[in-house]
């Protein structure tokens, strides 16, 4: 059975990531994660951030959730 690659919810992590320098593990661990796997998911559209952790993000990368989450 071959996966679709196609994200289902696009956005701008990996964009907002990389522009402050961080690894996904790094910022696993800012969020209080363990592992990366839950930054991997939400990078590649699997699955999207539940609201507290969005605000994290906004917070982490000091933007607004359409800057993280056009469609949203």
């Not at 956005?11 to 320098?21: C, S």
């Not at 593990?25 to 930054?39: N, S």
């Not at 998911?41 to 952790?53: K, M, T």
């Amino acid at each position: 059975m071959k996966k679709n690659l196609e994200q289902k919810y696009q956005n701008n992590l990996k964009i907002l990531r990389t522009k402050h320098g961080l690894l996904q593990k790094e910022v696993a661990q800012l969020l209080g994660f363990r592992t990366e796997d839950r930054i991997c998911r939400w990078e590649r559209g699997q699955s999207i951030p539940s609201l507290p952790n969005l605000l994290k993000l906004t917070k982490l990368f000091s933007v607004d959730t359409k800057d993280l989450y056009p469609d949203l």
